[in-house]
């Protein structure tokens, strides 16, 4: 058992339709998929079938993209049910979504909007994961979000917001390295003290994805890249802290050839169990 009281299931892939056939015939070593549950949950047919064959034999985890919790809309409580439907169907034994918002005036923006770090933001994120947990009826982790802007109105660093959301709602996190590391560059902070003062006690999962910078040298967090070895290294230092998790290989373009993802889950494996074995492992904060 790993933290947040979650399986500490160690390496596993983002699930992608053009890996559905090599994984139903060959059933390849995975310890786990993760899928982004709006991709298959309105849809049956032959995809939805090939998902409960790929589930009989490795766990799935949805992770969502649309709860927009930081918004103000109100919650879309017919979605959230059958969200609820889903993840119960494929027996996901946790369920994520981003700490951003999405929606405004009921428009899906189809992005994820970092949220400005005040205490107003906190009591509305608060009140509807609240929400969001009890209708699931799953542990339910919220995921640090890729941010090229810091919004004017801020009353608190990003750290204190995010650790202020985590206690008040009772929630877990999914850490999202590469994006720390990102932040940590585009705001000139330092990953390692940002990640330590988070409380890893919460940490539920992690995910590591890697950039291909534009031809100007722009970097936008586009999951196209293997994980390149400044956020290993960052990895290992944060596994470190947070001890065994579970921890996804996110890539969503420029898919590589099944077995070279599966090897990137195969190393955060064996640096997981490196690192939790030469350190003394606890969880902070
Ligand atoms: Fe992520």
């Known amino acids: 058992m790993g933290n947040y ?8 892939i983002g699930l992608r339709h053009a890996y559905f056939r090599e994984i139903i015939e060959k059933k390849p070593a995975c310890n ?13 047919g032959r995809e939805r079938e090939s998902l409960r064959e790929i589930g009989k034999h490795y766990p799935i985890i949805g992770h969502g993209v649309c709860l927009s919790i930081g918004s103000t809309d109100p919650l879309d409580m017919e979605f959230l049910h059958r969200l609820k439907a889903f993840l119960h169907e494929i027996k996901s ?11 405004v005036d009921h428009t899906n923006l189809n992005d994820l909007i970092p949220l400005p ?12 994961l609240k929400i969001i947990q009890d209708t699931l009826e799953l542990p339910f982790l919220i995921e640090n979000v890729t941010r090229y802007v810091t919004l004017s109105d801020r009353e608190m660093g990003e750290a204190e917001f995010l650790s202020t959301i985590l206690e008040e709602a009772d929630c877990g996190l999914l850490l999202d390295v590469t994006n720390v590391y990102l932040n940590g560059q585009f705001h000139g902070y330092d990953p390692l003290a940002f990640i330590s003062s988070l409380p890893l006690k919460r940490v ?32 290992r230092e944060t ?47």
């Open 5 to 12: 009281s979650l399986s500490a299931l160690g390496g596993g």
């Open 32 to 44: 786990w998929f993760e899928i982004i549950s709006e991709d298959f949950m309105d849809y049956g």
């Open 93 to 103: 034994p946790w369920a994520s979504d981003h700490l951003c918002f999405t929606m």
């Open 117 to 128: 770090f005040t205490r107003e933001a906190v009591t509305n994120c608060v009140e509807r």
């Open 204 to 235: 539920g999962q992690i995910h590591l994805a890697g950039w291909e910078p534009a031809s100007d040298g722009t970097i936008i967090d586009s999951h196209d890249a293997p994980v390149p070895d400044v956020v290993w290294d960052l990895f």
């Open 239 to 285: 596994i470190a802290l947070t001890g065994p998790t579970s921890v996804l290989i996110e890539r969503d373009k420029g898919l590589p050839p099944l077995s070279d993802l599966l090897k990137e889950a195969t190393q955060a494996d064996q640096i997981m169990h490196a690192s939790c074995k030469d350190n003394k492992v606890h969880a902070a904060g």
